[in-house]
């Protein structure tokens, strides 16, 4: 059933390949967006401005005007491509102005904004090596981080086993299982068991109570846009009764929450 795998994983998709596609627009359309910041503006200066200060400007220095980074101009080129689209308009740019995309983009945006916005400029493959360095380098669990995959198979295999059987649950299985393997060890089983509802407990976790988890909430968007997010919706709104798009415009704000809408996509 090939054709059913592929219709499911593009039905998945929320961030898709623009038809279409020209790099040199969108990059010229970025540079544009960023190209104000600090750049004298006296043609658009009212007459009164215009007229020349008494006081000289002192050597190395001119008077200018701020006129600001164009974000939703960003927001729509990024968000609406693809990784790979991402990376040919990174290539335009450099060509086109002599600039690198992404150290212009940490330039001129801040904060969790910048964050989202730079982590869609990584390829997946180092972004994903880059996000594990960083968890590495963070506090560590006190437990074993080892996970053998085969036997985190088997312990998912074997509690979906002792929880069906016919009469009663298999108690000794769970606890066997639960009490002797490692807490990484026990996510991996987790997520063998339902891969879409442990992405949507770690995207509703990201969110709920005090404060936001912006570096798990950033992580698992941006990194499931191009693979199953729609499908991670569904169980999303199964399992809390409420839309991904609907807690992101709860707990977030300003072009942050607008870039996280457009990578998340419609509701379900």
Known sequence: ??????????????????????????????????????????AALPPLLKTPS???WKRGHSPCI??????????????????????????????????D?????KSELSGKFERLIVALMYPPYRYEAKE???????????????????LALQD??????????????????FITILCTRSATHLLRVKCTRN?????????????????????????NIVSRS?????LIKCHFKKMYGKTLSSMIMEDTSGDYKNALLNLVGSDP
Not at 81 to 87: A, E, K, P, V
């Open 195 to 219: 891969l879409h509802s442990y992405f949507a407990e770690r995207l509703y976790y990201a969110m709920k109570g005090a404060g936001t988890r912006d570096g798990t909430l950033i992580r």
């Open 66 to 99: 701020f006129t600001g980074t164009n974000e939703q101009a960003i927001i729509d080129v990024l968000t609406r491509r693809s990784n790979t689209q991402r990376q040919q308009i990174a290539k335009s740019f450099k060509a086109q102005f002599g600039k």
């Open 1 to 42: 059933m090939a054709w059913w795998k592929a219709w499911v994983e593009q039905e998945g998709i929320t961030v898709k390949s623009s038809s279409h596609f020209n790099p040199d627009p969108d990059a010229e359309t970025l540079y544009k967006a960023m190209k104000g910041i600090g750049e004298w503006a006296s």
């Open 156 to 173: 998912a295999q074997d509690l979906h086993a002792a929880g069906e059987k016919i009469r009663g649950t298999d108690e000794m299985k």
């Open 132 to 150: 594990l360095h960083d968890a590495m380098k963070g506090s560590r669990d006190d437990v074993s981080g080892f996970v053998d995959p085969g």
């Open 54 to 56: 008494p006081q000289p």
């Open 226 to 230: 191009e693979i199953d997010l729609n």
């Open 101 to 105: 995309l992404t150290e212009t983009l």
